[in-house]
T-cell receptor, first 111, second 114 residues
Framework: QQQVKQSPQSLIVQKGGISIINCAYE??????FPWYQQFPGKGPALLIA?????SEKKEGRFTISFNKSAKQFSLHIMDSQPGDSATYFC??????????FGPGTSLSVIP | DAGVIQSPRHEVTEMGQEVTLRCKPI?????LFWYRQTMMRGLELLIY????????DSGMPEDRFSAKMPNASFSTLKIQPSEPRDSAVYFC????????????FGPGTRLTVL
């Protein structure tokens, strides 16, 4: 299965809180897992990415946690800010160049 | 660098008309991707090219859709005839050589078919 599942569909977090988005996949051939961020009226842009041989990757307030045995990975946004309000897509890279995107999570960070 | 350029940004047309979307990838990028985004189906890969050659068009919904890349700096996605269910935002993206290189997306074309 090439599908990437993502939850929740939407998320509301208060400023300063932690936003958590979860993803799961079936195909063990996936070997790279990027996260993309999309603001309204814009195209998606790469936020952070991880390989399955690493359990965690942190860049500033953004952290990916990866559980290879469970075939799950998640994005944590620490100290969430209103400027983080966007749609987030997890993705998996399959067959060298083809990226499979999850359905997306709409994040709203309220003051 | 100007990034990926798409035109038009908005297109409104009537059912049955031909629609042509255009994309200029980032200079030096070898891969070009066309995506469609809708609320119902999310972000779908339609087709992608490597060095101007179509590699995978399995996402093209039907024969009404066609894509070309006549040279390294230009690609088109054509819908003929268009239908209301084609209404969506169409994105073009490009990336350089290498499996894990970042895909850079254009601003998208919002297509409305009446």
């Amino acid at each position: 299965q090439q599908q990437v599942k993502q939850s929740p569909q939407s998320l509301i977090v208060q400023k300063g809180g932690i936003s958590i988005i979860n993803c799961a996949y079936e195909n063990t051939a996936f070997d790279y897992f990027p996260w993309y961020q999309q603001f309204p009226g814009k195209g998606p842009a790469l936020l952070i990415a991880i390989r399955p041989d690493v359990s965690e990757k942190k860049e500033g307030r953004f952290t990916i946690s990866f559980n290879k045995s469970a075939k799950q990975f998640s994005l944590h946004i620490m100290d969430s800010q209103p400027g983080d309000s966007a749609t987030y897509f997890c993705a998996a890279l399959f067959f060298y160049d083809k990226v499979i995107f999850g359905p997306g999570t709409s994040l709203s960070v309220i003051p | 660098d100007a990034g990926v350029i798409q035109s038009p940004r908005h297109e409104v047309t009537e059912m049955g008309q031909e629609v042509t979307l255009r994309c200029k990838p980032i200079s030096g990028h070898d891969y070009l991707f066309w995506y469609r985004q809708t609320m119902m189906r999310g972000l779908e890969l339609l087709i992608y090219f490597n060095n101007n050659v179509p590699i995978d068009d399995s996402g093209m919904p039907e024969d009404r859709f066609s894509a070309k890349m006549p040279n390294a700096s230009f690609s088109t996605l054509k819908i003929q005839p268009s239908e209301p269910r084609d209404s969506a935002v169409y994105f073009c993206a490009s990336k350089g050589q290498g499996s894990y290189n970042e895909q850079f997306f254009g601003p998208g074309t919002r297509l409305t078919v009446l």
